[in-house]
């Protein structure tokens, strides 16, 4: 009994202490069509700002990648992720990247980038099941991190 509790509670602190979008941030991603990110080098320096489409989900951002690009390489590396929403100027957060793998998150995101981005109607640069699966492309998920 006791011993379920001590999980219950430490489940509670680690679920309590995981950082959140700030309401700026959060409102901006509800509406912006594109984020500017930028990763750390190697060396410290920050990367040029790239601009990308994205989901978000109200937990966290996802966007797609080649699995071979310096982005995808550094975040695996564990590179923080520097978040613009909607500009360049635009509010930001500091992110943690997880690279993902999985196609059913590449099908999720399609409709969402279809209602979002006219282009991907078409079937242009839209998040694509097969191309997870074959390795050619890689989902990232971000999320904000305390203190960032």
């Known amino acids: 009994m006791w011993t379920l509790l001590a999980w219950s509670m430490l489940a509670f602190a680690v679920a309590a202490a995981a950082a959140q979008f700030t ?10 069509k594109q984020l500017f990110v930028a990763t750390r080098r190697a060396d410290g320096s920050t990367s040029q700002m790239a601009p990308i489409w994205f ?7 996802y966007f797609t990648t080649t699995p071979d690009s310096h982005k995808a390489r550094r975040i695996a590396k ?6 613009w929403v909607g500009s360049s ?12 793998r999985d196609p059913a998150q590449a099908e999720r995101m399609a409709p969402v980038y279809d209602q979002k981005y006219w282009i991907s109607w078409l079937g242009f640069f839209r998040p694509r ?13 971000v999320t904000p991190v305390a203190g960032g």
């Open 23 to 32: 309401p700026d941030v959060q409102q901006a991603l509800k509406t912006s």
């Open 89 to 100: 100027q635009g509010p930001h957060f500091v992110g943690h990247g997880e690279i993902i």
């Open 129 to 141: 099941a097969d191309k997870v699966r074959d390795g050619t492309t890689v989902i990232v998920r």
């Open 78 to 83: 564990g590179s923080p992720l520097l978040v």
């Open 55 to 61: 989901m978000f989900d109200g937990d966290a951002v």
